[in-house]
């Protein structure tokens, strides 16, 4: 299980070779918008304080500010030093990551990073997403610009680039696709610099 978790992620590493494009052993990576609007950031640990707990989560700690190697393992489940050291050299800067957790074995995470380059994010969260989720199917919810995921019947990864900003969440157990909907738009809101006031979409 180990190899086929690693493997996705350090495959694109070696065939992107860490370019300003989306890696070409990726399916489905679209920068779209971000393009656009490749210079907007904004601080991680502001993105993820916006969220609220679901219902029937509860947090499991404060947020947590989180350098290259906290970044890996907040987003995969566990620690990866090659991972990290191709992080930083992909222009990673700082991040930030929440995590809630439920009955039945429920968990949602946040993790929101700022870069140097956004597209190497785009890349890369796609890759990572379906490591956490090696047996799932693609998910791309329409309403995010190149949104990139991975979904199972107990568990999701979805992955989205705003501008330099990089907005992941991986959940396990029973966890719904509204939920983790609804936490992206509040999080790509804020990267955004949108009004939070409008509803969901959970296309």
Same mark, same amino acid.
């Given at each position: ?19 300003? #494009?989306?890696?070409? *052993?990726?399916?489905?990576? $679209? ?12 601080? @991680? ?19 947590? /500010?989180?350098?290259? &190697?906290?970044? #890996? ?15 930083? &050299? ?19 995470? /946040? ?7 956004? $597209?190497?994010?785009?890349?890369? +969260?796609? /890759? ?16 995010? *610009? +190149? ?26 157990? @029973? ?27 959970? +296309?």
């Amino acid at each position: 299980m180990e190899t086929l978790r690693r493997s996705p992620v350090m495959r694109w590493f070696s065939s992107a070779a860490l370019a300003a #494009t989306c890696g070409i *052993g990726l399916t489905g990576c $679209s920068l779209g918008g971000q393009q656009e609007q490749q210079t907007r950031v904004a601080e @991680p640990a502001t993105v993820v304080s916006v969220l609220p707990t679901r219902p029937g989560l509860t947090p499991a700690g404060p947020i947590r /500010a989180v350098d290259a &190697q906290g970044f #890996t393992a907040a987003q995969l489940g566990r620690p990866d030093s090659a991972l990290t050291t191709n992080l930083e &050299q992909a222009g990673f800067l700082r991040g930030a990551t929440r995590e809630w957790t439920g009955p039945k074995g429920a968990s949602l995470v /946040a993790v929101v990073g700022l870069w140097d380059d956004g $597209s190497a994010a785009a890349s890369l +969260g796609g /890759a990572v997403a379906d490591a956490v989720v090696p047996a799932g199917t693609p998910w791309t919810p329409s309403q995010y *610009g +190149g949104s990139q995921g991975s979904r199972a019947d107990n568990a999701r990864a979805l992955s989205v680039v705003v501008g330099r900003v990089s907005l992941f969440l991986r959940a396990t157990g @029973p966890v719904d696709d509204a939920a983790v909907l609804r936490q992206m738009d509040l999080m790509f809101q804020t990267a955004s610099g949108m009004d939070r006031r409008g509803t969901s979409s959970n +296309g």
